[in-house]
């Protein structure tokens, strides 16, 4: 449908790209947060398509913006691709924010996760519109995929205002990376994601001396027992000894009571974070039920609760079986099907109809990230192949 053009032009304009915007400092999560670098990504990014030709529409209900481009015309397009633009904090210093390349590799804050292959969605749909038909694909990118999507206008949040409106995609793509050893070309197709709950246990005390008699009670203690029994109780609902690579997942990721050096005065309220990993198919729902019980009659407060259950895609949706054809004619191999642990946007898929599938990169969210070059291009091949599918072979894979 359109003449795919010379490597070397199109992986350096990916490269450029990348480098511009990893240098926008655009943290979500960490000790400094900088919306104005987030608001100057989503400017950079939404100027680039437009002037490629592409139409954009802004999401902006919130202080994280999202971005839904689209081929002219094609606003309800089957296959959404979806990626984000937001970072953690660097690692150590902002000398993170300063791309570089060392042989295969180009290193900088949001390299791996997941700027480069952003890049390399932006590029490809500037080269993509040059001609029609165009491909039966839209790209979805957020803001605040590192904060959990939790406020608006995370994934999720779009997803439902397009329903509102009348559409759904029928498969979502997200492009986090699926080959995590930094060394091979080809990433594998995750069918598969965990989910993700998240809640804050607060406890609540009385200020005064810790040395009078009837002093409030102890909230450490009370945490810790809190914890202990989310613990044991995870064990009946979730397939937290499952095999060792997939398995359902509790960790407490912090606590907090009093002051430190202040050991005389009790405390008036203590917190315990809680993040859960959950498989599809848990008994997510049950869990938090049976911890709200305990939790009422231990006088303790839930807050914050996000509850977002792990996605399984049908593996016989006519998408995924395009995007699998589409590997395994540029690979000359069978796809690897795969399962992804972080929690992606692919989460928030209608129906569950949400695959990962990505590129290269080592070390995420440390300050060894880096992203793989020579797994770029033979993406960029694959998603164009792939995008030919879906206008030569539009009812059948």
């Known amino acids: 449908p359109w003449p795919m053009p010379d490597e070397t032009p199109v992986l350096e304009q990916i490269l450029d790209l990348a480098d511009n915007l990893i240098r926008m400092p655009s943290v979500t999560v960490g000790e400094r947060v900088r919306l104005d670098a987030v608001l100057q990504a989503a400017d950079f990014i939404e100027g680039y398509l437009q002037r490629s030709g592409l139409e954009v529409r802004r999401f902006d209900q919130g202080d994280y913006p999202a971005l839904l481009a689209t081929f002219p015309g094609g606003m309800e397009a089957p296959v959404m691709l979806s990626g984000h633009f937001d970072v953690v904090a660097p690692e150590p210093d902002d000398k993170q924010f300063e791309p570089r390349r060392e042989g295969d590799y180009l290193w900088g804050r949001g390299a791996a996760d997941m700027k480069t292959v ?42 439902a205002q397009l329903s509102e409106e009348g559409y759904q995609p029928e498969i979502l793509i997200a492009g986090e990376r699926t080959e995590e050893q930094g060394t091979g070309v080809w990433g594998q197709v995750c069918l598969e994601n965990r989910g993700v709950v998240r809640f804050c246990v607060a406890a609540r005390g009385v200020r005064g001396h ?27 609902h979730l397939r937290v000894n499952g095999a060792k690579s997939w398995r359902s997942q509790v960790r407490f990721p912090f606590i907090q009571v009093g ?44 807050q914050d609760l996000v509850i977002e259950p792990g996605s399984s895609c049908d593996t016989g949706n006519p998408h995924l079986l395009k995007l699998l054809e589409a590997i395994r004619r540029e690979s000359g191999a069978e796809p690897v099907l795969g399962r992804k642990l972080a929690g992606t946007s692919a989460r928030f898929a209608p129906g569950g109809n949400g695959v990962v599938w990505g590129q290269s990169g080592i070390g995420p969210h440390s300050a060894e990230e880096r992203h793989y070059i020579p797994s770029i291009m033979p993406y960029y091949r694959a998603l164009d192949t792939f995008a030919r599918l879906t206008i030569s072979e539009p009812d059948q894979a």
């Open 210 to 236: 810790s040395g009078l008699t009837g002093a409030s009670s102890d909230l450490t203690q009370k945490l810790i027992r809190a914890r202990n029994y989310l613990a044991a109780m995870s064990e009946r």
């Open 259 to 302: 002051t430190p050096d202040v050991y005389n005065i009790t405390p008036d309220i203590g917190l315990l974070g809680v993040e859960i990993r959950t498989l599809p198919g848990d008994r997510v729902e049950d869990l938090v039920e049976e911890f709200s019980d305990f939790a009422f009659a231990e006088n303790l407060e839930i």
């Open 118 to 159: 952003v890049a390399t969605y932006l590029v490809w749909m500037s080269q993509a519109v040059r001609q029609e038909p165009f491909p039966q694909i839209n790209l979805l990118l957020v803001g605040n995929e590192e904060t959990g999507e939790v406020e608006p206008m995370g994934t999720g949040h779009v997803l």
